[in-house]
């Protein structure tokens, strides 16, 4: 904003694209698993507690946090060997529909950011990338505040067209 900048630099307006992509039936049904089998054990929950036994809050979001894998990236390690499901389908759509996106913006000569509540699904998107001979950069919490500025550093100035963020991070 100061006078002698804006005649210098001129930054091109940010486009902001928000895109709701829908599950497909094999994620649907997977994920309905998981949901049913979390509600057996919420009302186990609720039936042990009114025996007099105490309702353990923290087991509630460990079972909340496999519903936002199961949601977000079914492939997870951490969903691997728990309870009775396996993820036996490859990438679910949405991550297929958000990888063809991410290739339009870059056919068009544009970059892009995508945004998730899992890093998992950052280092899946980043290896999928790779397959198909596309950089790109990881920006989450798990990272140390250096390596986040050289990510976003090579993502803004260093040819680096994708970058993959957590939302808290991003």
């Not at 895109?19 to 609720?46: C, G, M, T, V």
């Not at 993502?155 to 994708?162: A, R």
């Amino acid at each position: 904003e100061e006078p002698d900048v804006v005649k210098a630099v001129r930054m091109p307006t940010a486009t902001l694209k928000i895109i709701l992509i829908k599950p497909d039936a094999n994620h649907l049904q997977y994920y309905r698993k998981w949901l049913d089998e979390f509600a057996s054990w919420f009302r186990q929950q609720l039936r042990m507690e009114e025996e007099g036994h105490r309702f353990d809050q923290v087991m509630l979001l460990v079972q909340l946090g496999k519903l936002q894998f199961v949601s977000t990236i079914p492939q997870s390690a951490r969903l691997q060997g728990v309870g009775e499901y396996e993820w036996k389908f490859g990438l679910t759509e949405k991550q297929k529909e958000t990888l063809r996106i991410v290739e339009q913006a870059l056919e068009q000569d544009e970059k892009a950011i995508v945004f998730s509540e899992r890093p998992e699904l950052c280092i899946l998107l980043s290896s999928e990338l790779g397959k198909i001979g596309v950089e790109s950069r990881l920006f989450t919490g798990e990272q140390s505040i250096s390596a986040r500025n050289v990510n976003l550093d090579d993502f803004k100035f260093n040819g680096i067209p994708v970058l993959l963020a957590t939302t808290t991070c991003g």
